[in-house]
């Protein structure tokens, strides 16, 4: 058995109602879980919502993590994701007297853009996965960030 | 048909066939209350503490196989009440609990008496409910009654607003219920489950595990015909005492910290677990890398979560024990029962070098004595229930059981003060039997102020306090485990528990010899009115064996010899 603490990526469809986002959480917090990033929305013409949810855990942890989230009476359904396609979006707030053009180029690279310019900041939105949104941030370190927001992943079965 | 939201409750209560309520008024549920006085479809028991409404609705429930109800205020009767809650769902005990809340408009408030009860019982409920529209009651009430009776049984807490009891709303009990995302697991695969047999036929040391989802599922006959056509020896946990009659001769005995030397014995040295029901506690298993270690595991359970969470499974069959094992009885031919004699030889040495026994004494009176001497006097026609302590140990050890839903203790949260409620709610549910309660002179002052409810609803109870002046388990761990320190644990400074039970209009007795106790037992049981009976025990003795926390099962502290006198 494979007790090493890998990161993977759960999604559940839980019905939508009062206090159900609680459940969840208090599962996790109760039960000792880590929750490293959380999505939720409704899913669209449905009494669904989509939670994604990013943890880590042992292999018998994760089993655990995916039956406990069946137990709960509101869970309709639970991914454990192995094959994925995963998207993370970080919107970036920059001074205005930075340099622009090496921001966009960035931005370029990693499936973003400049999505707002005021008088004193610009903002930036890239959309990647949350790996290469880890890379992106690093990359514009120098370009003195002054505001950063991660959305959290959300994902799909390829 | 229109009608309030308390009469829908009252309604919806009559619709479920509830026949006993345990309950405490307050403010935000006097309009149930109201219509509660209106009618006499049910009765309504008045406990002196709402802890105690819950472990009654719990030991009603666990006696008779119905959905405990019980109902409370807002505030301090619902917060009061958590610890049944808690302790119905670690032991898979359908209830459903109903309390009052703060008027909607004044939810969030900080209003009087007012606290987020759904966000507390959130974590100790298997599913919990606000309602915040009348019309939503009956839907609600039904799903929670759904819930608590079905998959793996448990408490479902539902808590309504003052404003919604008033409300005006169409009443309809006959709804489907369509619980999308619930849907338990009720049959076992057949190919899983035929694999199993073919598993048990090969195996040379096969063992049943028999645990308390046995007994929650109604399936204790059903499993004795399967041990019996198998031939196969039995370990029971202590939440399945009863499945065997203890005169089984293929019943080993308890296992676990407390079980015998047999029990922990085979369970070391099986080569084929089967699991019932059963969910490999810390206190049954004691070090998890060592137990049955050299064993495959078949594991049958109403709860996925519980299979392979602690032990992997290498036949994982989830469904209900009775349907599973009413299939493992038509494949069960191609078991023969003559290849496990050597095995059944080797447990049967097991328990000829430590039996499970205490050492007598002629002056003292030992706990066990009475345990076994009220076996005796009464055996089948008692219902045993314990309180949280040595007493429950060695009640658990000595009684000599002979059916199912015959022993009601608190084993997963361990709640002292819980024996009294729940042995007057085994009364109510079963008023033939004479209701017992092994209890300690720590675990009996949690909660007795039922001495009233027993008195006033006629639940004669009869409280036995094997009275160490010690709270005797925690004081056994200090001698062991503790260099002696007794911190806070000698409790001599004690009421008259005599003049506590008259105090009430119950009936004393106080004890120092067999005798004694015979004869108090004998005019308790005649007079039919609750008592307790202060027995003066050994002070010192320890619950043995004993598997040290986190030591392997086959690690035992053992009963000393002792030379005959």
């Not at chain 2, 959905?67 to 808690?86: D, E, K, R, Y």
């Not at chain 2, 009963?559 to 006198?565: A, I, Q």
């Amino acid at each position: 058995m494979n007790d090493n603490n890998e990161r993977r990526v759960v999604s559940v469809i839980v019905v939508n109602e009062a206090s159900v986002l609680s459940r969840i959480t208090d599962l996790f917090s109760g039960r000792g879980y880590n929750i490293t990033s959380l999505t939720v929305a409704p899913i669209p013409d449905s009494k669904y919502s989509r939670l994604t949810i990013v943890t880590s855990g042992s292999v018998r942890v994760i089993e655990q993590i995916t039956k406990q989230l069946h137990k709960l009476i509101p869970v309709l359904r639970v991914y454990e994701h192995a094959d994925l396609v995963e998207k993370e979006m970080a919107l970036v707030k920059f001074p205005i007297t930075e340099n622009i053009s090496d921001i966009s180029a960035i931005c370029d690279a990693y499936n973003g853009k400049i999505v707002n310019v005021g008088n004193e900041v610009v903002i930036t939105m890239v959309a990647d996965e949350p790996k290469r949104v880890d890379h992106y941030l690093e990359a514009i370190k120098k370009y003195n960030p002054k505001e950063i927001v991660r959305s959290g992943a959300v994902a799909l079965e390829r | 048909m229109q009608m309030s939201g308390a009469q829908m409750v009252i309604e919806a209560l009559i619709a479920e066939g509830v026949e006993r309520v345990f309950g405490y008024p307050g403010g935000a549920i006097m309009n149930v209350y109201d219509e509660i006085y209106k009618q006499d479809n049910f009765q309504h028991i008045l406990t002196r503490h709402e802890q105690a409404a819950v472990h009654a609705a719990e030991g009603y429930a666990k006696a008779s196989g119905k959905v405990g109800v019980s109902m409370i205020t807002s505030g301090p009767g619902f917060t009061n009440a958590v610890t049944g809650l808690a302790d119905a769902y670690m032991d898979s005990v359908p209830l459903v609990v109903i309390s009052g809340q703060v008027p909607m408009s004044l939810i969030g408030t900080d209003a009087f008496q007012e606290i987020d009860a759904v966000g507390i019982s959130r974590s100790c409920t298997k599913h919990n409910y606000l309602v915040t529209d009348a019309k939503d009651l009956p839907r609600i009430l039904k799903e929670a009654f759904y819930i608590a009776r079905t998959g793996r049984p448990g408490p479902v807490h539902v808590d309504i607003p003052k404003d919604v009891t008033a409300q005006i709303a169409e009443f309809d009990y006959n709804v489907a219920l369509h619980l999308e995302t619930y849907k338990p697991h009720v049959n076992g695969n057949p190919r899983q489950i035929k694999k199993a047999m073919e598993a048990i036929a090969h195996a040379k040391r096969p063992l049943f595990y028999l645990g308390g989802g046995v007994i929650n599922a109604n399936a204790a006959y059903e499993v004795r015909d399967l041990v019996h056509a198998t031939g196969i020896p039995a370990v029971e946990t202590f939440m399945a005492r009863g499945t065997l009659s203890y005169d089984d001769e293929l019943l080993i005995g308890m296992l676990g910290m407390h079980g015998s030397y047999a029990a922990n014995m085979a369970m070391s040295e099986t080569d084929l677990v089967i699991a019932l029901g059963a969910r490999f506690d810390d206190r049954v298993t004691g070090k998890l890398s060592e137990f049955a270690k050299n064993a495959a595991i078949i594991h049958v359970d109403i709860d996925p979560a519980s299979i392979s969470k602690l032990v992997n499974a290498n036949y994982p069959i989830v469904g209900d024990v009775k349907n599973v094992v009413t299939e493992m009885l038509k494949l069960v031919t191609i078991v023969e029962s003559s290849r496990y004699e050597p095995w059944r030889e080797t447990i049967e040495n097991f328990e000829e070098l430590h039996p499970l026994t205490f050492h007598e004494d002629t002056e003292n009176i030992k706990p066990q004595w009475v345990v076994k001497r009220v076996g005796e006097l009464l055996g089948d026609d008692a219902n045993i229930s314990t309180d949280v302590g040595q007493h429950q140990m060695w009640a658990a050890q000595f009684y000599p059981f002979t059916r199912p839903r015959q022993f009601i203790s608190s084993g997963g949260l361990g709640t002292m003060g819980f024996g009294f409620p729940a042995a007057m709610g085994v009364k109510a549910a079963v008023p033939q039997k004479t209701s017992i309660n092994f209890t300690g002179d720590g675990s009996i002052l949690m909660n007795c102020q039922e001495l009233m409810t027993a008195v006033e609803k006629n639940l004669p109870v009869i409280n036995i306090i094997l009275n160490n002046n010690f709270l005797g388990m925690v004081r056994q761990w200090q001698t062991l485990f503790y260099d002696k320190r007794h911190s806070e644990t000698d409790l001599s400074v004690q009421p008259d528990f005599v003049m506590l039970a008259e105090a009430f209009g119950g009936i004393g007795y106080r004890v120092s010899t067999k005798e004694e106790f015979d004869a108090a037992l004998k005019d308790a049981v005649e007079r039919n009115i609750v008592a307790f009976i202060d027995v003066k025990v050994e002070r010192f003795e320890n619950v043995m064996p004993m598997v040290p926390s986190g030591g392997s099962l086959f690690n035992m502290m053992l009963l000393e010899k002792k030379e005959s006198k």
